[in-house]
C-alpha cells in the first residue's frame, strides 16, 4: 500500500512538469501564432546557404 | 475577347501582355517581381498558390528616406549589435501561404537580409539583417515586390497578445486534473475504510487548490471587491461568494479530516470560468480599432529651416516650418501652398478619390495626399492642433458607451440566492439544527451562476466570429448588446454608399474610331492609376481585339500618361496636359484624350452606388430610421430619394463637425445610433456613435477608429449581419433559461441537505459543458 504514496508524489511531479512545459510554451510565443508553422512545416526544403546557389536548387512541386 | 490572367497577380490582361518566360503579366511592375523571384530560385512562390502576387504600387525614392535618420530609426529596430540588426515590420499585404514563403526565403534576394520570420496573424515579418543593409533599404526591396511596409505608429505594431489567461487557465486545468485523479477512490465510494490515505490525498488536493484561489480566481474575487466597495453590484459578486463557500467548506472538510470536500469542482468551476474569459478575449490581431491621427500620417517630413533640408519627426514641426512634400506623401498639418499649384487627394478624408486643385496661397488642410510634382508648404498649425487632429479630441471619451447592463440580473440573481438561503437556513432550524450552517454553505455553493457567466462569452464570441467569417470584423464582443439597441443608422454617402472610385464613366467628345478606341485601351492599361482602371473597365467592351504594341510609355504623376501605341501618339491625363493652350478648370472629373497632339474628348466619371446598396436600405428602413449625411454638394439627392422611401433624414455639404454634432442631437433624443462611414471626415461620429462601423475596401488599410471594420463588399449583406447579431440575444436568453434549471436542480439538492461533493461534481461541469455546446451549436446555424 505504501507505493501509492509514491505514485501519487510522482504523479504530481510529472503533472507539475508539465504545467512548467505549457508555461514554457505560452511565454516563448508559441501560442501567438497559429497559422504560419501549420503552413511553413510544407515548404520544400532547400539549400540553406547564402553563397547564391544557381536556380537548380529549386524543386518544382 | 480573350481573357487571360496575369501569371504573378491573377489580373485580367488587357491589350498586348508584358510576356517573359513565357508567362504572361499584366504590366511591368509584375513582370519585374517575378522576374526578381525567378531569378532568385524562389519559382515555388508560384506553385504554392495560384497567381498569388501583389501587384507592386508605383512609389517614389524617398518614401523611405526618413528611416535613415538616427533617432527615428531606432525607434523601429528592436535590437542592434555590430554584425546584425533585429527588426520587426508590419506587413499588411501578406495574404497567402505563398507570401510566408516568399517573404521567409527572401534572403535569396538580398543576402544582406540574414533571417525573416513571419507571423501571418499579425501580418508580421521579423527580420535579421546585416548592418550593411539601410532600414530604407530593406523597406525599398519589400516594396518593391508588393509588400510595402506600414510603419504608421509603433503603438499598434507592438501590441502583444496578453497570455495572462493561458497562465491562468494552466495553472487551473492542472489543479482540475490531479484533484479529480486524486478523488477517484472518493467516487467510486471506496474511501472511507483508509482514512490515513484519505487524509494524504486532501492535504494533496488543498496544496494544488492554493494558486487556484490566489492566482487563477484572484480577478474575480477583486472584481467583487470592487464593486461592493462603490456599493455596486456585478455578476462577479454572486461568483465570489459561491467560490468562496465552495472554498472555505472544502477547507474546513480537508483540515478536520472529513475528506476532501468539493475541491475538485472548485479546481473545475474556475477552470472553465477562464475558458470563457479567454475565449472572450481573442480578437483580430492583425486588424486596429484604435487608430488615431498619428497613423495617418507620415512618420517624419522634409523639412527647409535656414536653407538646409533634413527629415524631421512630424512633432518637431513648428508653425512657419517649410516643408517638401513629394508626390504621393500625406500633408501632416493644416499648411499654406507656397509653390504655384499643387493637387491634392482627400480620399482619406473624404471618401472622395478625386484630387483637388490648389492655388498658391490656399490653406490646406492635413490628411491631404499630393500628387504629382513636389511642392512646398508653410505650416499654419502644428500636427497635434490641426483641423483634423482635432476632431478626435472632440469625439469624447469610450467610457460612457459602455454601461453595463448586466448588473440589474445580478441584482435579482443574488437576491433570489440570499432569500432561499435564509428561508430553507430557517426550516432547517427547526428540523436539525446542527446542519444548518451546512445547508446554507451547500446553497451558496450551487447557486453560484457559473453556467450564466459562460453563456455571454461563448454566445457573443461565437457570434463575433461568425460576423468576422463574412466580413463584419468587431472589435470586442461587448460591441454586440449596443448593436441590438440601436434604433438610427447613419450613413456617409461618399466612400460609403458610393464606391471610393469613381467608377461610372461617360465619354463626351469627337467620335472615336474602333482603332483609336484601342490605342486608348492599351495605353490606359499600362498604368494602374484609378481613373486609368476605370477606362479600361468601360472601354474593354467596346473594342474587340487587343494586341497593339505599345512603346515610350511614360506616367507624369498627377498629370497623365502617353505612349506611343501602333505609330500614334497618345495622351491620357487633365486637361493641361493634353491640351494645355485651351485650358478651362473646371470641376467635373474628367481624363482627356489626344492623339498625335489633336484634342479628341474626355471621359467624365461619376461616383456609383455600391451595388445592392438600394435594397439595403429599404430593407433597414422597415425597422430602423435612416439618415444620410454627406459632405458633398447635394447633387445625388434626387437619385436617393428616386431609390429610397421615407428617409428620416438626408443631409449635404455636412462638416465633420457637424456629422458629430447631428450623432449627439440623435443621441440627446434617446437615440442609440449606428454610424457607418469610411473616411476620416467620419471619425469623430463613428467615435460618438453608440456603435461606428468603418467601411473598407481593405481591411489592413486606413480606417478610422471604430467598433467594427466591414468589408466594403460585404455591406449591402449588412441586414443580415445586424439579424445575426439580434438573434444572439435569443441564444443568451435560451443559455440563461438552461443554466437557472441546472441552478434549480442543484438548489433542490441543497435546500434537501443531499449536495454531495459526488452531486457537485457531476453537476458543475454538465452544466458548464452543456451552456457552452449549446451557444455553439445555436450561434453557428444562426446566420
Known amino acids: 500500500m505504501g507505493i501509492i504514496y509514491l505514485m501519487l508524489i510522482v504523479s504530481l511531479v510529472i503533472a507539475l512538469f508539465f504545467l512548467l512545459g505549457f508555461f514554457w510554451a505560452a511565454k516563448t510565443g508559441q501560442y501567438d501564432d497559429d497559422y504560419t508553422p501549420s503552413v511553413r512545416i510544407l515548404f520544400d526544403d532547400e539549400k540553406q546557404s547564402n553563397t547564391n546557389t544557381e536556380a537548380n536548387g529549386s524543386t518544382e512541386v | 475577347m ?17 510576356t517573359f ?124 515586390i508588393g509588400y510595402a511596409p506600414n510603419f504608421g505608429s509603433k503603438s499598434e505594431q507592438k501590441k502583444k497578445r496578453n497570455n495572462k489567461y493561458l497562465y491562468k487557465l494552466g495553472v487551473a486545468g492542472f489543479a482540475f486534473g490531479s484533484i479529480m485523479l486524486w478523488s477517484f477512490p472518493e467516487y467510486l465510494g471506496i474511501e472511507e475504510d483508509n482514512p490515513e490515505f484519505r487524509n494524504f490525498t486532501s492535504y494533496l488536493s488543498f496544496a494544488v487548490s492554493v494558486p487556484v484561489i490566489l492566482y487563477s480566481a484572484n480577478e474575480y474575487l477583486i472584481s467583487a471587491y470592487k464593486a461592493l466597495r462603490f456599493k455596486s453590484l456585478n455578476l462577479d459578486v454572486p461568483i465570489s461568494i459561491g467560490i468562496l463557500a465552495l472554498y472555505i467548506q472544502s477547507a474546513y472538510n480537508i483540515f478536520a479530516g472529513l475528506g476532501p470536500g468539493y475541491m475538485d469542482s472548485f479546481a473545475g468551476f474556475i477552470f472553465f470560468l477562464l475558458i470563457g474569459k479567454w475565449f472572450q478575449s481573442k480578437t483580430y490581431d492583425s486588424l486596429s480599432f484604435e487608430r488615431d491621427y498619428t497613423s495617418y500620417f507620415p512618420v517624419a517630413v522634409t523639412r527647409f529651416r535656414n536653407e538646409e533640408e533634413s527629415i524631421v519627426e512630424i512633432d518637431q514641426l513648428e508653425i512657419d516650418d517649410e516643408l517638401l512634400i513629394r508626390n504621393m506623401e500625406i500633408i501632416p ?54 483641423h483634423l487632429t482635432q476632431l478626435w479630441n472632440e469625439a469624447g471619451s469610450e467610457a460612457s458607451k459602455d454601461k453595463n447592463t448586466g448588473d440589474k440580473l445580478s441584482v435579482y440573481f443574488l437576491l433570489a440566492v440570499l432569500i432561499i438561503a435564509t428561508l430553507t437556513g430557517a426550516l432547517w432550524f427547526f428540523i436539525d439544527t446542527s446542519r444548518v450552517t451546512e445547508i446554507v454553505v451547500s446553497i451558496l455553493i450551487v447557486a453560484c451562476p457559473c453556467a450564466l457567466a459562460l453563456s455571454k462569452p461563448f454566445t457573443f464570441g461565437n457570434t463575433m466570429r461568425v460576423l468576422g467569417r463574412k466580413g463584419l470584423y468587431l472589435k470586442n464582443t461587448s460591441v454586440i448588446p449596443r448593436i441590438n439597441t440601436v434604433t438610427d443608422i447613419v450613413f456617409d454617402k461618399t466612400g460609403t454608399l458610393t464606391t471610393g472610385s469613381s467608377n461610372h464613366v461617360i465619354y463626351d467628345g469627337d467620335e472615336l474610331s474602333q482603332d483609336d478606341i484601342h490605342r486608348i485601351l492599351v495605353l ?21 481585339d487587343n494586341s497593339a504594341e505599345l512603346i515610350n510609355f511614360q506616367e507624369t504623376g498627377g498629370e497623365g500618361i502617353e505612349g506611343i501605341v501602333d505609330g500614334l501618339e497618345i495622351k491620357i491625363g487633365s486637361a493641361k496636359f493634353t491640351h494645355p493652350e485651351a485650358h478651362t478648370p473646371s470641376n467635373e472629373t474628367a481624363s482627356h484624350i489626344s492623339i498625335n497632339g489633336t484634342y479628341k474628348g474626355r471621359f467624365i466619371f461619376e461616383s456609383e452606388f455600391r451595388p445592392g446598396i438600394w435594397e439595403l436600405l429599404n430593407e433597414l428602413n422597415t425597422s430602423f430610421d435612416i439618415h444620410i449625411l454627406s459632405g458633398d454638394k447635394n447633387k445625388d439627392q434626387e437619385l436617393i430619394l428616386d431609390h429610397t422611401n421615407q428617409l428620416k433624414g ?110 457537485a461534481a457531476i453537476l458543475m461541469p454538465l452544466s458548464s459543458i452543456s451552456i457552452v455546446l449549446i451557444s455553439t451549436l445555436f450561434t453557428s446555424s444562426n446566420r
Open chain 2, 333 to 386: 498639418c493644416d499648411t499654406i501652398l507656397l509653390s504655384d499649384e499643387a493637387k491634392i487627394d482627400y480620399s482619406f478624408v473624404t471618401g472622395e478619390s478625386v484630387p483637388i486643385e490648389k492655388k498658391k496661397g490656399d490653406f490646406i488642410y492635413a490628411g491631404g495626399k499630393l500628387l504629382g510634382q513636389k511642392s512646398r508648404f508653410k505650416v499654419e498649425k502644428e500636427s497635434n492642433r490641426s
Open chain 2, 650 to 759: 438626408i443631409l449635404f455639404e455636412q462638416s465633420p463637425k457637424d456629422k458629430l454634432n447631428y450623432i449627439s442631437q440623435l443621441q440627446n433624443d434617446g437615440k442609440n445610433v449606428l454610424m457607418i462611414g469610411d473616411g476620416l471626415n467620419d471619425a469623430g461620429a463613428l467615435e460618438s456613435a453608440h456603435v461606428g462601423i468603418a467601411v473598407s475596401e481593405d481591411i489592413f488599410r486606413f480606417t478610422p477608429s471604430s467598433d467594427a471594420i466591414i468589408e466594403a463588399s460585404q455591406l449591402n449583406k449588412l441586414k443580415r449581419f445586424l439579424r445575426t447579431s439580434t438573434a444572439s440575444k435569443k441564444v443568451l436568453l435560451i443559455c440563461y433559461i438552461f443554466s437557472i434549471i441546472y441552478n434549480i436542480v442543484g438548489l433542490s439538492f441543497a435546500i434537501t441537505g443531499n449536495l454531495t461533493p459526488l452531486i
Open chain 2, 21 to 144: 518566360d513565357n508567362k504572361e503579366f499584366c504590366c511591368n511592375g509584375c513582370k519585374s517581381v517575378y522576374q526578381l523571384l525567378s531569378d532568385s530560385g524562389l519559382d515555388s512562390f508560384y506553385s504554392l498558390e495560384d497567381k498569388p502576387g501583389v501587384k507592386p504600387a508605383a512609389s517614389n525614392d524617398y518614401k523611405y528616406a526618413f528611416l535613415d535618420v538616427e533617432n527615428i530609426r531606432k525607434k523601429f529596430i528592436d535590437f542592434e549589435d555590430d554584425k546584425t540588426i533585429h527588426i520587426t515590420l508590419f506587413l499588411p499585404q501578406i495574404h497567402c501561404s505563398s507570401c510566408i514563403y516568399l517573404l521567409e526565403n527572401i534572403h535569396k534576394i538580398d543576402e544582406r537580409i540574414q533571417s525573416c520570420q513571419v507571423n501571418f496573424a499579425r501580418r508580421q515579418a521579423s527580420l535579421v539583417i546585416s548592418r550593411e543593409l539601410k532600414i530604407s533599404e530593406l523597406s525599398g526591396i519589400l516594396d518593391a
Open chain 2, 2 to 18: 480573350s481573357s487571360k490572367s496575369c501569371y504573378h497577380c491573377g489580373d485580367e490582361i488587357i491589350g498586348k501582355s508584358h
Open chain 2, 524 to 544: 490606359a492599361n499600362s498604368s494602374t492609376h484609378p481613373l486609368s482602371r476605370s477606362i479600361v473597365s468601360y472601354l474593354k467592351e467596346k473594342s474587340a
